[in-house]
C-alpha cells in the first residue's frame, strides 16, 4: 500500500508541476468547443454547449490517461522502475500506484474543465449529479490508464509510443461521437464507431452530466446517448457496463504484462523501431 500511496503523489506532484501543460490542458478542450459546438445545434438537443463540453471532458480524461502512460515508459528507459523494483515493492503495487496515479491526474483535469464549464453552459438540477460524474471520469479514467500502461509495457521507447499513442487517441477520439455526432459519419466509418469503446464512455458520460437518466430511450436515441446498431439498443447503461468489462481486460492485461516485462533490458538508448511489440 504504501507503494501505490508514494507513486500516487509522484505522479500528483509532477502533474502540479507541470504548470504549461495544466495552462495548455484547459485551453484547448474549449477550442473544441468553439469549432464544433455548433454541429450540435438541432431539436433534440436541449443544452449543445453543455452537450459538447460534456463529450470534450471525457475525451480529455481518455487522452489524459494515455498521456500519462508516456511516463511510465520514461521511467522505464530512465531506470527509475529498475531502481523502484529493486526495493521489497512488490510488481502489481507499482502497477497499480501506476494506473492510480494517471486516473487521478486525469480526472482532475476533467474537474477543472467541468469547473470552467459550470460558467459557460453546464447546468445541474440534482445535487447527486457531481458525485455521479466523478465517480464516472475516475472509472472511466482507470480503465484507460490500464490500458496505457499496457501499451507501455509493450512499446518501450518514448519516441515511438508518442506513434502509437496518436495513432491510437485520433481515431478513438473522433470517431466516439464527441465532436462530431455518429449520425454525421459516413456508414462504414459509423460501423467503426460502434467497436469504438470511447463511444460508449462518451454516450455514458453525457447522460450523466445532461440529467438524462430518466429519459424515454427513444429521446437518448435522438440525443444519441443510447445507440442503435441494427435494431438493438446499447442503453446508456448498457455502454458502462461495456467500458467496465473492457477494463477488467486491460487491468488484467496490463498488470500481467507489467510484472513480466524484464527491465534490466531497458535501456535511455533503445531508440530503434525494434522496441516496438518487443
Do not use: C
Not at 45 to 70: D, H, K, Q, R
Not at 106 to 111: D, M, R
Not at 173 to 189: D, E, N, Q, R, V
Amino acid at each position: 500500500m504504501n507503494t501505490i500511496i508514494a507513486l500516487w503523489i509522484r505522479g500528483l506532484k509532477a502533474f502540479i508541476r507541470n504548470k504549461t501543460g495544466l495552462i495548455f490542458s484547459l485551453i484547448f478542450p474549449f477550442f473544441f468547443v468553439y469549432v464544433f459546438g455548433a454541429i450540435f445545434k438541432n431539436d433534440f438537443i436541449e443544452n449543445p454547449i453543455a452537450y459538447m463540453l460534456s463529450g470534450v471532458i471525457i475525451t480529455t480524461v481518455f487522452e489524459s490517461s494515455l498521456n500519462l502512460a508516456s511516463s511510465t515508459v520514461d521511467d522505464m528507459v530512465s531506470g527509475f522502475m529498475k531502481e523502484v523494483l529493486v526495493s521489497p515493492a512488490k510488481r502489481i503495487a507499482v502497477a497499480m500506484g501506476q494506473i492510480l496515479s494517471a486516473a487521478t491526474v486525469s480526472t482532475v483535469e476533467g474537474i477543472l474543465i467541468l469547473v470552467v464549464g459550470l460558467f459557460i453552459g453546464i447546468r445541474f438540477t440534482d445535487w447527486t449529479t457531481p458525485l455521479y460524474i466523478l465517480i464516472s471520469m475516475m472509472s472511466i479514467g482507470i480503465v484507460f490508464s490500464g490500458v496505457g500502461l499496457f501499451m507501455a509495457t509493450k512499446v518501450r521507447n518514448g519516441q515511438t509510443f508518442q506513434i502509437v499513442k496518436t495513432a491510437v487517441t485520433m481515431p478513438l477520439t473522433f470517431l466516439s461521437g464527441a465532436y462530431i455526432p455518429l449520425s454525421m459519419l459516413p456508414g462504414t466509418l459509423r460501423y467503426v464507431a460502434y467497436i469504438n469503446p470511447m463511444t460508449y464512455a462518451t454516450a455514458f458520460f453525457r447522460m450523466v452530466v445532461l440529467e438524462k437518466t430518466n429519459q424515454p430511450t427513444a429521446n437518448l436515441i435522438k440525443e444519441e446517448l443510447a445507440i442503435k446498431i441494427n435494431g438493438f439498443i446499447v442503453t446508456p447503461i448498457m455502454s458502462f457496463g461495456i467500458i467496465l468489462a473492457i477494463g477488467a481486460v486491460f487491468l488484467l492485461l496490463s498488470t500481467i504484462s507489467f510484472v513480466r516485462t524484464d527491465f534490466s533490458r531497458l535501456n535511455r538508448s533503445a531508440t530503434d523501431a525494434s522496441a516496438l511489440w518487443g
